[in-house]
Nanobody, 118 residues
């Protein structure tokens, strides 16, 4: 089982980034999908989540209104679009898939670095 993130990099303040996560060897169906981020010395924090059933979305207050999480179960992908980026958005972003019936079953990607700097 593998989750592979892509799309990180260096972005100027005010710019946008589109992060993608693709799954191999399992289906995203029946999994709640999330993006987390982490900076050195800090705990990993939830950025956005999209539920399996109904597709309800949750966003951290810090990114609400400028971020969109979406999923495509047919392609086994989850995407995070972030706009109006700020230096404080700089972090390693991780994709997470957690089974919607059994939260013990979950997988993490390896992370992708997003650096917001001029």
């Amino acid at each position: 089982v593998q989750l592979v993130e892509s799309g990180g990099g260096l972005v100027q303040p005010g710019g946008s980034v589109r992060l993608s996560c693709a799954a191999s060897e399992f289906s995203f169906s029946r999994y709640d999908l999330s993006w987390y981020r982490q900076t050195p010395g800090s705990e990993r924090e939830l950025v956005a989540q999209i539920e399996d059933a109904g597709g309800r979305t949750i966003y951290a207050d810090s990114v609400k209104g400028r971020s969109t999480i979406s999923r495509d179960n047919a392609k086994n992908t989850v995407t995070l679009q972030m706009n109006s980026l700020k230096p404080e958005d700089t972090a390693v972003y991780y994709c997470n898939a957690k089974h919607s019936w059994n939260s013990v079953v979950q997988y993490w990607g390896q992370g992708t670095q997003v650096t917001v700097s001029s």
